[in-house]
């Protein structure tokens, strides 16, 4: 099989990198299991193909530092962080390293395997000027500024709690708020709105 379909799984906890790699051959894909970050480092080739999958949260070298070395090192691979659901903040700081998208756990197994897909059929990409920006900002347009405050929040990696205590209104509020930006925004998850709004920030 081709290095170009192989995903490299990067995770301390083995039961997670089993499961993982049986998840991800069953569906054809090329896997490889690393037990850490710097174990992945110390034995990458300089031509490295593929994506990585790799948890944000790891002993030694955790997914930040291991997207910043990677970088540092000139690879352009496509990462995918997995990150626990009050990760928020550490999934932005991700994507805003270079991260090609994030998955919430505990995660839908076919929304894992579209986002690798997702990756490697974009991967030759990565520094292109976004093809959305101009649809992105113009569905931007459409907040009110009261969800736009929301969005913000969100993009800071807040969770709701601390947004409503922010803007002075009841977490409630804030999700009938933030269902509104995801339904405006056409995005599918949390992970495809911070996305977009980061594609917005970064690319003027």
Same mark, same amino acid.
Do not use: W
């Given at each position: 099989m081709a290095d170009s379909n192989l995903v490299h799984v990067v995770d301390d906890d083995v039961d997670v990198r089993k499961s993982l790699g049986f998840l991800l051959a069953t569906a054809d894909f090329a896997v490889r299991l690393h037990e850490s970050a710097t174990a992945f480092l110390s034995t990458a080739p300089s031509n !490295?193909?593929?994506?990585?999958?790799?948890?944000?949260?790891?002993? /030694?070298?955790? /997914?930040?530092?291991?997207?910043?070395? !990677?970088?540092? /090192?000139?690879?352009?691979?496509?990462?995918?962080?997995?990150?626990?659901?009050?990760?928020?903040?550490? %999934?932005?700081? %991700?994507?805003?390293? *270079?991260? @090609?998208?994030f998955i919430e756990k505990p995660f839908d197994d076919e929304m894992l395997i579209e986002?690798?897909?997702?990756?490697?059929? $974009?991967? $030759?990409?990565? $520094?292109?000027?976004?093809?959305?920006?101009?649809?992105?900002? *113009?569905?931007?347009?459409?907040?009110?500024?009261?969800?736009?405050?929301? !969005?913000? *929040? !969100?993009? @800071? /990696?807040?969770? $709701?709690?601390?947004? %409503?205590?922010?803007l002075g209104i009841s977490p409630r509020t804030v999700e009938i708020h933030r269902a509104n930006v995801m339904s405006k925004m056409g995005a599918g998850s949390l992970s495809h709105l911070v996305r977009m709004a980061l594609i917005v920030e970064t690319r003027p």
């Amino acid at each position: 099989m081709a290095d170009s379909n192989l995903v490299h799984v990067v995770d301390d906890d083995v039961d997670v990198r089993k499961s993982l790699g049986f998840l991800l051959a069953t569906a054809d894909f090329a896997v490889r299991l690393h037990e850490s970050a710097t174990a992945f480092l110390s034995t990458a080739p300089s031509n !490295l193909d593929g994506c990585i999958v790799t948890d944000v949260r790891m002993p /030694g070298i955790d /997914g930040i530092e291991f997207l910043r070395q !990677l970088r540092a /090192g000139g690879h352009t691979i496509p990462v995918i962080v997995m990150t626990g659901h009050a990760d928020v903040a550490l %999934a932005v700081q %991700a994507m805003k390293e *270079g991260a @090609s998208d994030f998955i919430e756990k505990p995660f839908d197994d076919e929304m894992l395997i579209e986002a690798i897909r997702s990756a490697l059929a $974009n991967r $030759n990409q990565v $520094n292109a000027a976004h093809p959305r920006s101009a649809e992105i900002r *113009g569905r931007l347009a459409t907040l009110s500024e009261r969800e736009r405050q929301v !969005l913000d *929040g !969100l993009v @800071s /990696g807040l969770p $709701n709690k601390t947004i %409503a205590y922010d803007l002075g209104i009841s977490p409630r509020t804030v999700e009938i708020h933030r269902a509104n930006v995801m339904s405006k925004m056409g995005a599918g998850s949390l992970s495809h709105l911070v996305r977009m709004a980061l594609i917005v920030e970064t690319r003027p």
